[in-house]
């Protein structure tokens, strides 16, 4: 669903990778945290994956899509075949819920009668169909991140990436927003999901990768905890390849 094959990324004036060498390949309807101190290298990682950014070596497939061979042209497209949750909402001021989520199917070319029949039954997924006709600022932050999350997944995106999506949230709306997203996880979609918020992760028990320097120190396959500093760091490249590809990493301890 997700491949990185010897990914790095290096950006102009810096001395360091901001990714080095990554190889992690997520499968279809799994659950991961991506977790790292700031200046990991997981928001990085994820431009990479939304093609906001190339790597400078390196492989990357999503869906099946070699991200090397998409032109400039059909990224809009691509990317409307994700789903993004964002820590700020993005959401617009000036349309109420209803209209909000609407607007993003109609840039996707669904047609009136299909909005109509979706937005009421995503709405409810999210537990905001009572909310429809209220504009972002009469909501709580929790009420909009559930606007946000509605929205990114209105299209039945296959893979769904939340970034850093409880930042702004109090404990229990924090559970609440995640909660949501194990449910639209359990009915078959892949979650990404950024975050610093360790109890969260611990309480979740899912897949953790843990990020440092822009190399993966430690990726938890089940039953994963949130823990950024070890005794020993290893990078590693035990990742199904893709048929053809040939990774130079080597599983080395530093």
């Known amino acids: 669903m997700i491949l990185l094959d010897s990914v790095t990324k290096i950006y102009d004036k810096d001395e360091k990778p901001a990714?080095?060498?990554?190889?992690?390949?997520?499968?279809p309807n799994d659950f991961v945290f991506l977790v790292g101190k700031s200046g990991a290298g997981k928001s990085t990682l994820i431009k990479m994956i939304t093609k906001e950014e190339s790597p400078s070596s390196g492989k990357i497939v999503v869906g099946?899509?070699?991200?090397?061979?998409?032109?400039?042209?059909?990224?809009?497209?691509?990317?409307?075949?994700?789903?993004?949750?964002?820590?700020?909402?993005?959401?617009?001021?000036?349309?109420?819920?209803y209209e909000n989520v609407a607007f993003a199917l109609e840039i996707a070319g669904m047609s009136t009668h299909e909005?109509?029949?979706?937005?009421?039954?995503?709405?409810?997924?999210?537990?905001?169909?009572?909310?429809?006709?209220?504009?972002?600022?009469?909501?709580?932050?929790?009420?909009?991140?559930?606007?946000?999350?509605?929205?990114?997944?209105?299209?039945?995106?296959?893979?769904?990436?939340?970034?850093?999506?409880?930042?702004?949230?109090d404990k229990a709306t924090?559970?609440?927003?995640i909660n949501l997203l194990q449910k639209i996880n359990d009915f078959g979609t892949t979650v990404l999901v950024t975050t610093h918020n360790e109890n969260i992760v611990n309480n979740l028990g899912k897949r953790v990768v843990t990020l440092k320097g822009g190399r993966i120190v430690s990726d938890q396959k089940t039953n994963g905890v949130y823990k950024l500093d070890g005794e020993a760091e290893t990078i590693f490249d035990n990742t199904p390849k893709a048929p053809g590809f040939k990774s130079k990493t080597k599983k080395k301890v530093l």
């Open 174 to 177: 924090s559970t609440e927003i």
């Open 64 to 97: 099946g899509i070699d991200l090397d061979y998409i032109k400039r042209r059909h990224i809009p497209h691509y990317r409307r075949r994700l789903g993004v949750v964002f820590q700020d909402f993005k959401l617009l001021p000036r349309r109420t819920v």
């Open 115 to 169: 909005i109509k029949h979706t937005v009421p039954k995503v709405l409810e997924l999210v537990g905001l169909l009572d909310q429809a006709h209220k504009f972002p600022s009469q909501l709580a932050g929790g009420q909009q991140q559930r606007v946000s999350i509605a929205r990114s997944v209105a299209r039945q995106p296959k893979i769904l990436i939340a970034d850093e999506p409880t930042a702004n949230l």
């Open 19 to 27: 990714l080095d060498n990554v190889s992690l390949h997520i499968e």
